[in-house]
């Protein structure tokens, strides 16, 4: 155990990975222990309502920042990126307000019946609040990330989740029908005042700096990522939507609950891995044009961290969800093993796409993105036209993933190396 101590001391990478992934597995703990209080407290409904909601914002957010975030940590000058965050401030206000305008004539005005129900609860119009302070909570965290504080993004990350977790007891407890959707919100909000009390620095100059020069200088960034992680989002976000349409809410409640839990190796373990692997890999690329070490040792981690994790889900998880979420819940269990599949190769996937970024291939993501989103929707529409069956629908739609994750494990590979240029 000591030996392992030094190890993950003296190296900067492990130890960088290892002081984000700590705070978030303590946080992610709070939900895992939350969630058997949550699932009687709330009704499999209410998760699918959740789920609903935070696909469909997460989906807008895309557009709240026009993605300059990515360009953060790329200046050399931080001047220069402070006025790329403040320019996200700005495309996240008026986007933001654009959408509340839009959903109040949808709902009130237009009285559209959406069949995916978002727009019939009345948490609808909150949605713009969300997504505004997702977008200062991206921009914050890719300031974080530029000066390597990964502590404070730990902090920020385990006062996100665990507020967000007490607060949906207490109004569970209450009976406080939409409490888990006000806690998500409240919880975003609270962790971007801490960032920002953390380093009131980065609001310098909010009403006097430029942000147009900056915003010509990586156009790129929107002209080609908002279509591609749109695409990406659709393919992640879309199921719930989707299942509402064609199934129930309860099937989405048991999907959501299924997703919720498999999800966390992700948050604790990749989310960090990719936060410091691409800042490893900008600093190697700078030294010697290439990034293909960081690359290799970040893959084979990866897979080793991966296969036990989602073997021992594939094996287990109707018996869990059944035990520790109740009866009602064995279906998302069946879910959880379908997804597993599929998670295990977005555990390795997910974090070494940032090369993408980092050397500016971004159309090239946004035309794999786009093609696996346009997939993974037609798959999940055969499921449910030849089988009727939502497990077919999630079968399928995993199929798909697995495929494109191949694929863009392949060219972020090919990227990694000096002749990247010729691809």
Known sequence: MKVLFNKIISNSFLKSVTTLALGTI???VIVLASSPLLSRLFSVADFGVLSVFTSVSVFLAVLSTGRYELAIGLPEEDAKARQVFLLIIKIGFFVSFGYLAIIFILKNVLKINDDAGFLKEGTSLIAPVYIFFIAIYS??????????????ITLANALQVCSTALLSLLFGFLHVKSGMIFSLVIGVILSCLFLIVRSPEVMKGFFSEPTLSVAKEYISFPRYMILSDLSLTASQQFIPIIFSILYNTTIVGFFAMANRMLRLPNIVITSSIANVFRNEAIDELREKGDC????IFTLKRLIIMSLPIYMLVFIFSPFLFEWFFGKEWLQAGYFARILSVLMMIEFVATPLNSVFYIVEK????????????VGGIFMIYVGYSVFKDPY???????????????????????LSKKDYEDI
């Open 392 to 414: 077919y629908s999630l079968i399928f739609f995993c199929i798909n993933s697995l495929i494109f994750n191949i694929i863009l494990l392949y060219f972020s590979y090919s």
């Open 362 to 373: 971004q159309k090239l993501l946004m035309r794999i993105q786009i093609l696996l989103a």
């Open 292 to 295: 293909k070490n960081i690359y």
């Open 139 to 152: 921009g914050l965290g890719y300031w974080f990330q530029r000066f390597k504080k990964y502590k404070e």
């Open 26 to 28: 303590i946080s992610q």
